[in-house]
């Protein structure tokens, strides 16, 4: 049988913020039906490669390629379409505060479809079954707690049931059972509605327990791809320094720093 064709392709994605380039040729693909982690370090360019993947920043150079559709050259109807097969659960959630959890949950159906109020309340309400929130609709988003925004923000990002969703660091600022019932939830989602998922995290345990593949990703470059055990024994003395929290050695050149100072670094 023939492999399944990829619905993430990625080839040489460079990023720049002014004269400072951030992502280094990246190149990657993701296959239907897989958790990929893409995991590294403060500032090793996971979140702009995030912005990239769903569309809110298109290539500088190389290609980012969902569903078939060149990202960096497709239209805006093209875009909008790939954005309708994809859910995406922020970081910090991004909850709309002024609606109720339902409601911020039925937005995306309200938006995009022209389904009557009734399915959409019972879509939405279906949708916080699903991550254990039955019952918190009415609730205010200030009135949860963390892992309650998480998974709220999860159920607005499946309610038009994505093919594609992406979870920016699910498990970021919460305790360990809490944590871990998230990571549980992901892989329920993954086999149950048959998503495939991509999850930007720094959170090692959470990756190792998630994760069918691993993308290391260190100050803007790819340091390998592989399963959790390959990574485990990389030989790459930069992942073990991730892997086991060491830290490395600043270096600073004087000439660098004096140009990076008055400016004048290119």
């Given at each position: 049988m023939?492999a399944?064709?990829?619905?993430?392709?990625v080839?040489?994605?460079?990023?720049?913020?002014?004269?400072?380039?951030?992502?280094?040729?990246?190149d990657?693909?993701?296959?239907?039906?897989?958790?990929?982690?893409?995991?590294?370090?403060s500032g090793?360019?996971?979140s702009?490669?995030?912005?990239h993947?769903?569309?809110?920043?298109r290539?500088r150079?190389?290609?980012?390629?969902?569903?078939?559709?060149?990202?960096?050259?497709?239209?805006?109807r093209?875009?909008?379409?790939?954005r309708?097969?994809?859910?995406v659960?922020f970081?910090g959630?991004?909850?709309l505060?002024?609606?109720?959890v339902?409601?911020?949950?039925?937005?995306?159906?309200?938006?995009?479809?022209?389904?009557?109020?009734?399915?959409?309340?019972?879509?939405?309400?279906?949708?916080?079954?699903?991550?254990?929130l039955?019952?918190?609709?009415?609730?205010?988003?200030?009135?949860?707690?963390?892992?309650?925004?998480?998974?709220?923000?999860l159920?607005?990002?499946?309610?038009?049931?994505?093919?594609?969703?992406?979870f920016?660091?699910?498990?970021?600022g919460l305790?360990?059972?809490?944590?871990a019932?998230?990571?549980?939830?992901?892989?329920r989602?993954?086999?149950?509605?048959?998503?495939t998922?991509?999850?930007?995290?720094?959170?090692?345990?959470s990756?190792?327990?998630?994760?069918?593949?691993?993308?290391?990703?260190?100050q803007?470059?790819?340091?390998?791809?592989?399963?959790?055990?390959?990574?485990r024994?990389?030989?790459?003395?930069?992942?073990q320094?991730l892997?086991?929290?060491?830290?490395r050695?600043?270096?600073?050149?004087?000439?660098?720093?004096?140009?990076r100072?008055?400016?004048?670094?290119?």
């Amino acid at each position: 049988m023939n492999a399944p064709s990829p619905l993430i392709e990625v080839h040489g994605l460079q990023a720049w913020y002014g004269r400072r380039r951030i992502l280094h040729g990246v190149d990657f693909s993701v296959v239907p039906g897989e958790i990929r982690v893409i995991m590294g370090g403060s500032g090793s360019g996971k979140s702009t490669l995030l912005r990239h993947l769903i569309g809110l920043q298109r290539p500088r150079d190389g290609s980012v390629r969902i569903f078939g559709v060149e990202l960096g050259r497709a239209s805006e109807r093209e875009l909008l379409a790939v954005r309708r097969k994809i859910g995406v659960s922020f970081q910090g959630g991004a909850l709309l505060t002024s609606l109720s959890v339902g409601e911020n949950v039925a937005l995306p159906l309200r938006e995009h479809t022209r389904l009557d109020e009734s399915t959409i309340r019972i879509m939405s309400r279906l949708k916080l079954e699903v991550v254990n929130l039955g019952g918190f609709q009415d609730l205010m988003p200030s009135q949860l707690s963390g892992g309650m925004v998480k998974r709220a923000a999860l159920a607005r990002a499946i309610v038009m049931d994505p093919r594609l969703l992406f979870f920016d660091e699910p498990s970021a600022g919460l305790d360990p059972v809490v944590a871990a019932e998230l990571d549980e939830l992901i892989l329920r989602l993954r086999d149950a509605l048959r998503m495939t998922i991509v999850v930007v995290t720094h959170e090692l345990e959470s990756a190792f327990k998630i994760a069918d593949t691993i993308t290391v990703l260190d100050q803007g470059e790819i340091l390998m791809t592989g399963t959790v055990g390959e990574v485990r024994a990389s030989p790459n003395a930069r992942i073990q320094d991730l892997l086991n929290r060491r830290p490395r050695a600043v270096q600073v050149d004087a000439d660098t720093y004096l140009r990076r100072l008055t400016g004048e670094e290119a």
